[in-house]
């Protein structure tokens, strides 16, 4: 059966015809299936899904974003240092 330039199906019959809807959507671009003439789903290459999704930064891990995306800006004034000078730690033990 020949595959026709489709964009759109019912959803009955993209069930009936689900791998000519794949191979649509891989060659042509996105098929839109509709459920009572109102469309609810649309099938996408892979390719065409990654372009579309949005770019996960490779970012390093930072206390210091960790602590700024802190919902609670007051924090900074709750935490204080214990007045006097610092003691010596010993971390061999």
Sequence with gaps: MKASAKA???LQEAKNRFSEVVNLALTEGAQTITRHGKPVVVVLSQEEFRNLAPKKE???????????ACPDKTLHKRIFRTPGTMRDVNFDE
């Excluded at 490779?58 to 700024?68: M, N, R, T, V, Y």
């Design 58 to 68: 490779k970012k390093p891990w930072s206390l210091l974003d960790a602590l700024l």
């Design 8 to 10: 759109e199906w019912q």
